[in-house]
């Protein structure tokens, strides 16, 4: 079995504090973050017991990529990369919201609707429209942005009138998430795939808002395969998906929900292997390269030696 690396607990010259995510171990500096993405794996904001090999180097590699490939529309806080699983940065103050754009009626959207909801997060979606169908523009519904179990649906209007984000600064989060969300699916149209919806967190660095956090990965964005989309959807049949969903559905498919109560199901070696490997496609798809899988004998030394290296 390879090994994963389910958390780090390292302790560096000049660091400030320690944040433990559900998917990321985040050592604070006076102006820098040092993130290690591990390879826990979260569903339903519940953390699964078993790490997933692989995983963080895939989602660190996948955002590392698109972040570079999106620097012209709007500065991110990447400084480097100097291991797969490490990334490096300015630390910003983060906005308190999460800013998710949709441009199909998928996930969390198409469950609401299917209990007769119109309007989510202040925003109306169109009637007569059935699950994965494009919406005519793509939507904009955030989340508040929560330290600790579930993040909550809010509107624009709950966001301005609370005082979370000042007007002039939303209306920039607005049109950068509209112009990444719009970059992201013309990426993912030359890779053949839909990008369906995605999230995007941003942060200031003194007065400059930065993008934050990873883009188009397979954790924080939902993938349709372009081929086959539309007879799919003539005859309709679910769309082949490129996210985690296939992870959130195994879990549904074993009674588990992340509701109170319900318990998550037995992680077997063979699933372990199986979502590891889905991830390393999910890679290979999105980016149109060959993973190369890191050294993970040593893991932790690894990741430990790189930081040193940086902080040298």
């Not at 490939?69 to 291991?83: G, H, L, R, Y």
């Not at 800013?99 to 119109?118: C, Q, S």
């Not at 005082?163 to 939303?170: A, H, L």
């Not at 490997?277 to 040593?298: C, M, P």
Request: glycine share 6%; proline share 5%.
């Amino acid at each position: 079995m390879t090994n994963a690396i389910k958390e780090t607990n390292f302790k560096f010259p000049g660091q400030k504090g320690f944040y433990k995510g559900k998917v990321r171990d985040v050592y604070i500096f006076e102006n820098e973050l040092i993130v290690v993405a591990s390879d826990r794996i979260s569903a339903f904001d519940v953390v699964l017991p078993k790490p997933i090999p692989y995983k963080g180097q895939v989602l660190n590699q996948i955002a590392a990529k698109f972040l570079k490939a999106t620097s012209d529309i709007v500065p991110n806080w990447v400084t480097s990369t100097p291991d797969p699983n490490v990334t490096i940065g300015k630390r910003c103050e983060p906005f308190k919201v999460e800013m998710v754009i949709r441009g199909y009626l998928a996930g969390h959207a198409a469950r609401e609707y299917k209990t007769g909801k119109r309007i989510l997060c202040g925003v109306a979606m169109p009637e007569g429209m059935k699950e994965n169908d494009a919406f005519p523009e793509p939507i904009i519904t955030p989340t508040t942005k929560a330290d600790q179990g579930h993040d909550e649906d809010i509107s624009k209007e709950a966001i301005l009138s609370q005082g979370i984000v000042s007007s002039e600064d939303y209306a920039i989060l607005e049109k950068y998430t509209r112009a990444l969300f719009q970059r992201g699916q013309e990426m993912a149209a030359e890779m053949g795939l839909i990008l369906v919806d995605t999230k995007y967190e941003f942060g200031k660095f003194g007065d400059q808002i930065l993008l934050i956090d990873e883009i188009h990965t397979p954790d924080s964005s939902r993938y349709f395969y372009a081929e086959g989309y539309v007879e799919n959807q003539k005859n309709n049949l679910p769309q082949k998906q490129l996210s985690k969903e296939f992870v959130r559905q195994w879990l549904i498919s074993n009674g588990f929900q992340g509701k109170e109560g319900q318990s998550v199901p037995e992680m077997t070696h063979e699933i372990v292997e199986s979502i590891s490997d889905r991830y390393i496609e999910l890679f290979e798809k999105i980016t149109g390269e060959v993973f190369q899988k890191a050294d993970t004998s040593i893991i932790e030394k690894r990741i430990e030696k790189a930081i040193l290296n940086h902080l040298k």
